[in-house]
């Protein structure tokens, strides 16, 4: 089968990609019989955070599926955050929690200290 350019270059350019070439007839059919298994697909392979299709004209559909998997994302997002440690973890809900947690225990024991050293009179701001 004869490769286009841009295909090449996004192969090349992304190998850690997962992609999808609707230009393979097995490949098309597969997709075009049921869109939604593209949700499948990205669902199984968590490890890979670049999703290519390469000719979705081929399976308009394909974009409404996409499109489900977009808002899980932007969800989740607006739900944790994008902090790469929390946005990528197992259990984000729990790792926020330890996160905050800790952040607030060193912003307290930081204003501690910035509290001790003006009672004791040393000098507050520091330079960095």
Same mark, same amino acid.
């Given at each position: 089968?004869? @490769?286009?350019?841009?295909? *090449?270059?996004?192969?090349?350019?992304?190998?850690?990609?997962?992609?999808?070439?609707?230009?393979?007839?097995?490949? @098309?059919?597969?997709? @075009?019989?049921?869109?939604?298994?593209?949700?499948?697909?990205? *669902?199984?392979?968590?490890?890979?955070?670049?999703?290519?299709?390469?000719?979705?004209?081929?399976?308009?559909?394909?974009?409404?599926?996409?499109?489900?998997?977009?808002?899980?994302?932007?969800?989740?997002?607006?739900?944790?955050?994008?902090?790469?440690?929390? +946005?990528?973890?197992?259990?984000?809900?729990?790792?926020?929690?330890? +996160?905050?947690?800790?952040?607030?225990?060193?912003?307290?024991?930081?204003? *501690?200290?910035?509290?001790?050293?003006?009672?004791?009179?040393?000098? !507050? !701001?520091e330079l960095k």
């Amino acid at each position: 089968m004869l @490769q286009c350019p841009h295909s *090449e270059f996004l192969k090349s350019n992304f190998p850690e990609a997962l992609y999808i070439d609707l230009l393979k007839p097995d490949i @098309q059919r597969k997709y @075009q019989a049921r869109p939604e298994t593209i949700i499948e697909v990205v *669902e199984a392979n968590p490890d890979r955070e670049l999703l290519i299709v390469d000719e979705i004209q081929k399976v308009p559909e394909l974009l409404s599926a996409i499109h489900s998997l977009i808002e899980a994302n932007f969800n989740q997002a607006l739900k944790f955050g994008l902090l790469p440690i929390v +946005y990528l973890a197992d259990d984000p809900a729990s790792t926020l929690e330890t +996160y905050i947690a800790l952040y607030i225990q060193e912003e307290v024991q930081h204003t *501690e200290t910035i509290s001790l050293n003006f009672i004791s009179g040393a000098p !507050v !701001v520091e330079l960095k």
